[in-house]
């Protein structure tokens, strides 16, 4: 008996889970248990650096709403972020990414929603910048303490949905003409590491994979049962998941200086909780 709803809208959060873990995607997402342990300890430094990357990402959306930089500036109080702060002044990566074109429109925080297999598919930009009818450049901030790593970037899923689905509801930022596949480019930028830029260019080719693969996975999870949904067979990343307890592999969290270089600590699990009313929606 098939027990995703009719009405089940998904992101590259929850597809992400699902790929990862597929017991995780069911617990949290159609079972409804949120975050019941610290997914890594020390508990207080886990919550720094979310906290942070949480600020980081307002101080821009404040930046790019108009409020004065040394306004903002002044504001900041951790050395830290004051810091990825600027570093993101002195490089300015909205302007150097087409954001100071005078044709260009850009957007912060920005949601769309698009459609995989039959059901919602939904994106939430960091920055979207689009010169109409030329490009349009998707900025992702990642405040990772880390370095990026092109490969494990290539392999998330929001490196296929962000894409994929700007290309579907594009329009809407592209004067009513459909975006093109290879006027999209996904940027990841470090404050961190601000030398050390992701760009990766899309194409009609990889909008056609990502409809397949995409569509695969969620086909897969719509067909599967209540008891279908099976553990993650590679337990290491289990101490880093807060749902672990609920699995029986352990009950004590990882510590966050010794977890996976490739482990992501910048998505909060709640940043894909949307109220549609205030998404734009794609038009067919």
Request: hydrophobic share 40%; proline share 7%.
């Amino acid at each position: 008996m098939m027990v995703l709803p009719a009405d089940f809208q998904f992101s590259q959060a929850s597809l992400q889970d699902f790929v990862a873990c597929p017991r995780r995607f069911q617990l949290r997402y159609l079972m409804g248990l949120r975050w019941p342990a610290v997914p890594a300890e020390p508990i207080e430094e886990h919550e720094r650096r979310m906290r942070l990357g949480t600020e980081f990402h307002r101080l821009v959306q404040r930046y790019l709403l108009g409020v004065p930089e040394e306004r903002i500036t002044r504001c900041i109080r951790d050395p830290e972020l004051q810091n990825w702060w600027l570093s993101f002044l002195s490089h300015d990566p909205v302007a150097h990414y087409g954001g100071d074109d005078s044709a260009a429109k850009v957007r912060s925080e920005l949601s769309l929603v698009g459609r995989v297999a039959g059901y919602r598919l939904v994106a939430k930009y960091d920055v979207v910048i689009v010169v109409p009818r030329k490009q349009a450049v998707i900025l992702d901030w990642k405040t990772s303490h880390r370095p990026p790593t092109v490969p494990w970037l290539r392999r998330r899923l929001q490196t296929r949905v962000y894409p994929y689905v700007l290309v579907q509801a594009g329009a809407l930022l592209n004067g009513r003409v459909p975006v093109q596949p290879r006027q999209v480019e996904m940027v990841y930028w470090y404050p961190g590491f601000p030398d050390q830029t992701v760009r990766l260019p899309y194409s009609a080719s990889q909008y056609a994979l990502d409809d397949e693969y995409l569509g695969s996975q969620v086909e897969m999870i719509a067909a599967c049962g209540e008891g279908d949904f099976a553990l993650a067979e590679d337990e290491k990343s289990c101490k880093y998941c807060a749902y672990r307890s609920y699995c029986g592999r352990g009950d004590r969290a990882g510590n966050i200086d010794d977890a996976d270089a490739e482990l992501d600590f910048d998505l909060d699990p709640d940043d894909f909780d949307f109220d549609l009313e205030q998404i734009a929606e794609i038009e067919f």
